[in-house]
Structure formats: C-alpha cells, structure tokens
T-cell receptor, first 114, second 112 residues
Framework: EPEVTQTPSHQVTQMGQEVILRCVPI?????FYWYRQILGQKVEFLVS????????KSEIFDDQFSVERPDGSNFTLKIRSTKLEDSAMYFC????????????FGNGTRLTVT | DAKTTQPTSMDCAEGRAANLPCNHS???????VYWYRQIHSQGPQYIIH???NNETNEMASLIITEDRKSSTLILPHATLRDTAVYYC?????????????FGEGTQLTVNP
C-alpha cells in the first residue's frame, strides 16, 4: 500500500540554524499538509498546500516557516532559525482531494533543537 | 469545526469488541466524522470516516446516530496492537484542503 515517507526520522540541530524536513507524499495525491506534535501534547495543524500555494495556515506557521514542492514529488518544510520550542515531531500528510478524502500521514521527523 | 467530546481513557479485553464513543452535538450538515489513531509517537493512522450512514471497512465499523450528534467506533476483535490513542474528528467536507483538528482523544488499552 502506498505511503507517505519522511526523512530524516530524527534531526538534531542547534538553536538559530535552518532546518529542512522532507516528505514524499503519495504519488497521486494533490493536497499536502504539515502537522507537529510537541512531546505530550496534541497533534497541531501547521499548513495545507495545494496547486503550489498555501491553502490554509495556523497561527503557529509564522514567518520562520515556509513550505515548498520543489520538484513535483517532494514536499518540504523549512524552519529558518530554529528555537528550542520548535523541538517536536513533525508529520507530513497528503490526500487525493481536499473534500471528503482522508489524510494519510507519514511517521514523522523528530526534531531536536539544542 | 464542531468540537468533539471523548472519554479520556478506556480498557478492553483482548478478543472482545472495543466500542469508543464520541459526542459531536454541534456538528453541521456538511461535516464528516473521521476516526484516526496514534500508536506511541507514530503518525496518526486513518481508520474510517462517514457522513450519516454507518460505515464498515477492514479495520472497524462506524455507527452514527440518526441525529448525527454522536458516533461510536467499533473494533470488533481488539488485539494488543490496537492499544493507541483514538481521535474522533469532525471535518468540513465541502472545503478543499480542509484541516483535521485533533483533540485529546481516548487512550484505549487492550489487556491480555
């Protein structure tokens, strides 16, 4: 069964550094999402992306975050200048359409900011 | 999105049916009920979703009351691997790319 894949599984970075998290969505899916989960907390929506632009973003997704689909298969989340509070699991998801189509999640990248 | 209310935790014996309730009394006519689960810190796993009819797939059954104000996820023969946090989520069905908003969910523990 096709799945969403995320790399790396674990990323350690120093505060202030830029980090790029990568995702390969399911191949025929058109909608892409990033979520995060701080340890012990809820899964939180960050951003949705369709047709090469952001569809919706949460208040968490501020100017230090950006997303891109650089080559038609990868979907990336960039954090420009990481802070300690960015430490979390980051989940990528994709869906075929936006309406009435389930999101399928990857197994996440654990980001640790030191 | 309509809010949902789920019990914080539930226990179930291995091999028995697990019935997980969810209240969504403010659900609108165009909102779907989705169920996901999360095992440890893995990515949320899609289970099932429905609008107003009962649904069944290889993983579970979803029973939605006639007034759509509540639903029940049924795992017919729970195994130890079904121990997870189960999330009931109401999502707008007509808006393209609409988000899923996760709550606290129900911690289901399947006991041997």
């Amino acid at each position: 069964e096709p799945e969403v894949t995320q790399t790396p599984s674990h990323q350690v970075t120093q505060m202030g550094q830029e980090v790029i998290l990568r995702c390969v969505p399911i191949s025929n899916h058109l909608y892409f999402y990033w979520y995060r989960q701080i340890l012990g907390q809820k899964v939180e929506f960050l951003v949705s992306f369709y047709n090469n632009e952001i569809s919706e973003k949460s208040e968490i997704f501020d100017d230090q975050f950006s997303v891109e689909r650089p080559d038609g298969s990868n979907f990336t989340l960039k954090i420009r200048s990481t802070k300690l509070e960015d430490s979390a699991m980051y989940f990528c998801a994709s869906s075929i359409t936006g309406a009435n189509s389930p999101l399928h999640f990857g197994n996440g990248t654990r980001l640790t900011v030191t | 999105d309509a809010k949902t209310t789920q019990p914080t935790s539930m226990d179930c014996a291995e091999g028995r049916a697990a019935n997980l309730p969810c209240n969504h009394s403010t659900i609108s006519g165009n909102e779907y009920v989705y169920w996901y689960r999360q095992i440890h810190s893995q990515g949320p796993q899609y289970i099932i979703h429905g609008l107003k009819n009962n649904e069944t797939n290889e993983m579970a059954s979803l029973i939605i009351t006639e007034d759509r104000k509540s639903s029940t996820l049924i795992l017919p023969h729970a195994t130890l691997r079904d121990t997870a946090v189960y999330y009931c989520i109401v999502r707008v069905g007509e808006t393209s790319g609409s988000r899923l908003t996760f709550g606290e969910g129900t911690q289901l523990t399947v006991n041997p």
